[in-house]
């Protein structure tokens, strides 16, 4: 008879549809049981996709059965508990004015989030809507610096907050409260706080969506902003490679323990398109992206490739899709956001 951890070992050799990383290592075996009658594997549901699951359990049964001396294999597929609403996710509020609030996550730092974030607002307001974008990174502010701050900001003799217009669109950061060099040493409730000024005391105005650029991650910070407003979905931003493929579970779960629908998954830094010879060179692999949202039962909204001419906007607060419209990576951008809107709207149908 073969012990939980030979089972488990061998169960390291499996490799999850469609990735090189192992079932293991993925987290779906929750727990392996060895009694005279025989084995029993209990897996984590790892996908809304069935015919994955079926897979899975297949492989992991054939793979125990081979094993000298198995009795019986029995796979147990235990799927997750539905969330459970708190009494903070009970009182979610809407911002006053605004009809869509989008959130823009990545499991991760140094996938180019804030990028998209801000060049995702610019191609809705190409649609015509009417946008606002919220920088709810404390600690690490950008868009600021991604759309500018060529002035102060205001604030009304209620004491409330007027945000910067640039490129059609409002906006606020930190980054527009402090210096540049200034480092932000904060504990979670004054996050919190701040996060509440930005939503309910900011002049949003009357706007069609509001697009949250999160923090990376799933601290605090993320959690508050969740459990505080209504939300109408979270877009998840990724970079191809497995290492980051990994993170975004852990992006899409905290949506999904909180109760907000997930839009779907972007990939960033997808390929780069040679200027001089004009090939495609897949740096950090290829359709990781759109095989993790296949796997995990979401849309794959699209992918964005790495350009210079993406990288200068923000650097030098001209955002790609402000700028040059008709740019191969702005019309892009603008395809994008015309899935987000549909798909969040099809939420709310």
Known sequence: MPSPNEILAELKKLKYPGFTRDIVSF??????????????????????NPEVVAQIVGEVKRTVAAMAGAPAVEVAVEQPAPAARTAATMHRKPVPGVGRVIAVASGKGGVGKSTVAVNLALAMHAHGLRVGLMDADV?????????????QVQVTPERRIIPLERYGIRY???????????AVIWRGPMIAKLENEFLFNVEWGELDCLVIDLPPGTGDAQLTITQRVELAGGVVVTTPQELALLDVRRGVTMFQEAGVPVLGVIENMSYYLCGKCGKRHEIFGHGGGARLASEIGVPFL???PITRDLREGGDYARPLVGVRPDHPVSEAFIGIAERVMAEADRRLN
């Open 27 to 48: 987290g779906i075996i929750k727990d392996i049981e060895v009694t005279h009658r025989g084995v029993t594997v209990t897996l984590n549901a790892p996908t809304a």
């Open 139 to 151: 600690y690490g502010p950008s868009i600021a610096m991604m759309v500018g701050a060529e002035r």
């Open 172 to 182: 606020v950061s930190m980054g527009l409260f402090v210096d540049d060099n200034a």
């Open 302 to 304: 699209g992918a964005i």
